[in-house]
């Protein structure tokens, strides 16, 4: 049955349980992001997240956003790699579905996804009381797998099974979108592409600190975020060029090394996390090498604050970039990558200027907040009144 209080645009409002795992990066930004957003239109809106992960950051934008959130914020432990804990962790998220009686569950990543909608295939699993719609985003998660390995099949096979009990797929990117088609299948779902937003002070300019680098990198220090390419492109350029990475990761001590052994140390600085208006201060060009994404918000977020950007043809970046889109490097390229990095620094300032400028106009009519609110709560609504009719008596299944 329908609530009869009604959300800040006339429309019924809902009752949201977002489920994640890893509260960090871009996945848990957009998570935090919907949810502000949709308490701020009335909906009364839940997290579910693990309680492993995130550290001392998470804790804290959890806890900011916990007097808001009528639903509340449940942490418990959960495996980042399939286990048999996921069907504790499923229970779990299914009595606390049959507990707070949501209109949607909105299953976040690979694991986010698999929580959300495994109540609806264990039969012997808590059932809910009144009809809700399933939903995930898959945020590139498992989209990364390849479909030649094992690990992949069984990935794709799990999205399979789990697409028999979804109701809605907002994709991120058209990219996204596209690569599930391709390595899954069609879904039965309904698949609007909904992109990521940003808020309205993160198109103010930020401008470089004093001691800027010429290049910066920000991000998860990893192998598939292209940090090698980028470390080699720095060495085919002339020595007072310098490079600042800011983040952490698995494969930091590796590059660390890597950055000794071809000379590159005097050039290169590593910089501890920090917030993402600080961290884009450290640099004068932002270079993102990655060898795949879905749809980064470090290139919304720095497009936005009219910061020039060298980036990768990968994933949803296309999207971003618009009619600019033919700047994009190819992948795995470090001549590549050097000669486009180069042809930034050449650039006049002025005409570097112009480019920041319409890059930042193109993103502030496409990628706001509000605008990705909007779009999954019009998802939202779709998927619930398919949810509702396929309860009533007599309806196909």
Not at 43 to 67: C, F, M, N, Q
């Amino acid at each position: 049955m329908a609530h009869c209080n009604k959300a800040e645009d006339g429309h019924e409002a809902l009752r949201v349980l977002h489920v994640m795992r890893s509260p960090v990066g871009g996945l848990f930004r957009h998570v935090v992001d919907l949810a502000r957003a949709q308490t701020q239109d009335g909906h009364s809106v839940g997290v579910v997240a693990d309680s492993l992960t995130g550290g001392d950051a998470a804790a804290r934008a959890l806890e900011e956003l916990s007097p808001h959130l009528a639903l509340g914020i449940t942490r418990f432990p959960m495996r980042r790699l399939p286990h048999p804990g996921d069907f504790v962790a499923g229970w779990r998220v299914a009595r606390l579905i049959q507990r707070l009686s949501p209109d949607i569950v909105h299953g976040h990543g690979a694991k986010g996804g698999l929580y959300a909608r495994l109540p609806a295939l264990a039969p012997l699993f808590p059932k809910p009381a009144r009809p809700l719609a399933r939903v995930y985003t898959p945020h590139g998660g498992s989209l990364h797998f390849r479909t030649n390995t094992l690990s992949g099949q069984v990935f794709f096979t799990a999205e399979r099974i789990m697409g028999r009990v979804t109701d809605l797929m907002p994709f991120e990117s058209d990219f996204a979108r596209r690569r599930f088609n391709e390595a899954v299948e069609p879904p039965r779902a309904l698949t609007p592409v909904v992109h990521n937003g940003l808020a309205p002070g993160e198109f103010e300019p930020a401008p470089p600190v004093a001691d800027a680098a010429d290049f910066l990198f920000v991000g998860e220090i990893r192998a598939a975020k292209g940090v090698e390419e980028l470390l080699f492109a720095l060495r085919a350029l002339p020595d007072q060029f310098s490079l600042a990475l800011v983040g952490s990761g698995p494969d930091e001590a590796a590059f660390r090394d890597l950055a000794d052994r071809i000379g590159l140390t005097p050039r290169v600085r590593f910089l501890d996390r920090m917030p993402t208006r600080d961290a884009l201060r450290q640099g004068r060009i932002l270079v993102v090498p990655s060898r795949a994404e879905s749809l980064p918000y470090i290139v919304l977020e720095a497009l936005a604050a009219r910061m020039p950007v060298v980036a990768t043809n990968v994933g949803g970046v296309p999207e971003i970039y618009g009619d600019e889109a033919h700047r994009l490097v190819p992948p795995n390229d470090a001549p590549a990558l050097a000669a486009a990095m180069r042809d930034m620094l050449e650039t006049p300032p002025e005409a570097r200027q112009a480019l920041a400028d319409r890059m930042a106009h193109f993103v502030r009519s496409r990628f706001t907040i509000a605008a990705m609110n909007e779009g999954v709560l019009r998802g939202y609504r779709d998927a619930l009144v398919s949810a509702r009719a396929r309860s009533l008596p007599g309806a196909a299944s």
